[in-house]
């Protein structure tokens, strides 16, 4: 069963591994966190090199279908966020290393 890494678990390794105390490593996890939010709320990319992009993507009204009954709904327009990851990190989960 895989592990799911939680804003407390980035917490701990900025505090393992930049000795931060274990408040400071929770608060600047939670400002990088609220940075990228705000960031995507603007509309705005959000570009971690050697990570991957986190863009806001804009879906215009379309019909969709109900799968089960095949009735005909209205999707209104929204907007969607999406993650293009980075070669490097493509590479790195391929690799397994």
Do not use: W
């Not at 005909?72 to 907007?79: G, N």
Request: with cysteine.
């Amino acid at each position: 069963m895989s592990k799911t890494l939680t804003r407390a678990d980035l917490a701990e390794a900025v505090y393992r591994n930049i000795g931060l105390s274990r408040n400071e490593s929770a608060e600047l996890v939670e400002t990088f966190l609220e940075e990228m939010c705000v960031s995507l709320e603007k509309g705005e990319e959000v570009k971690l090199s050697s990570f991957g992009t986190f863009s806001v993507q804009s879906k215009r009204e379309r019909v969709g279908r109900n799968p089960k009954t095949g009735v005909e709904a209205k999707i209104t327009p929204r907007r969607v966020l999406s993650f293009r990851p980075s070669h490097i990190l493509k590479d790195r989960v391929d690799g397994g290393s």
